[in-house]
Structure formats: structure tokens, C-alpha cells
């Protein structure tokens, strides 16, 4: 079991980047839908960008948007397509942190 254990855990810690590339640029996606069709809720949001505008105030609204899947409300079925990949995409990004962080753990404990 350690094998496995002690194996796995660079393929979580390499996989780590490929999903953070592709949430940001889902991110990217999401918002720029969000800024052409729903300017209100962009700016309930904070006028968030990826780059400019990017406080911590302004992710936690977006990350807690996307996660209780707020954008469903709007009836868009572009951004709830996309919505929910990225609502995917940001919760597989946080278990594949977590476990990542956690098996060196398991691992000095076998």
C-alpha cells in the first residue's frame, strides 16, 4: 500500500498544474460571459478580472458564486454549461491539493 501511495503522489502534484491552466482559463471564460450578459451580477461580483480588480474579496465572491452554483439562477445555458465545469474544475483542483498535501503525511506515518 505505501508503494501505491508513494507512487501516486507526484501524479497529484504534476496534475495540479494542468487544472489550474484550465480553470483559469474557464475562469476567464465564465467571467468575460458574465461581464457581456449579466453586467449587474458582474458587478455585484466586484468587476473581477483574472489580472486587474483580483482581490481577495472579489475571488471569494466569485469562488463562493460558482460553488453554490448562483449562475444557474441567471438562465443562461452557456454560463451554466461552463458554470458547472468550472464549479468541477475548482472543487477537483481543492481534493487534488488536499490529498497532494496530505500523502506526504501518510506516507512518513507507514
Known amino acids: 500500500m505505501s508503494e501505491f501511495i508513494t507512487a501516486i503522489w507526484p501524479l497529484l502534484c504534476l496534475s495540479m ?13 465564465v467571467l468575460n460571459l458574465i461581464k457581456s450578459s449579466h453586467p449587474q451580477v458582474w458587478l455585484e461580483l466586484g468587476k473581477l478580472q483574472l489580472i486587474r480588480n ?21 438562465n443562461d445555458d452557456t454560463l451554466s ?6 464549479r468541477v474544475l475548482l472543487i477537483g483542483g481543492h481534493l487534488v ?7 506526504p503525511i501518510v506516507i512518513g506515518r507507514l
Open 97 to 103: 491539493a488536499l490529498f497532494a498535501f496530505i500523502t
Open 54 to 74: 483580483n482581490t481577495i474579496s472579489n475571488s471569494f465572491k466569485f469562488m463562493v458564486f460558482i460553488l453554490k452554483a448562483d449562475y444557474r439562477s441567471l
Open 17 to 29: 498544474f494542468p487544472l489550474a491552466i484550465w480553470y483559469l482559463v474557464e475562469a476567464k471564460s
Open 81 to 86: 454549461r461552463k458554470g458547472n465545469l468550472l
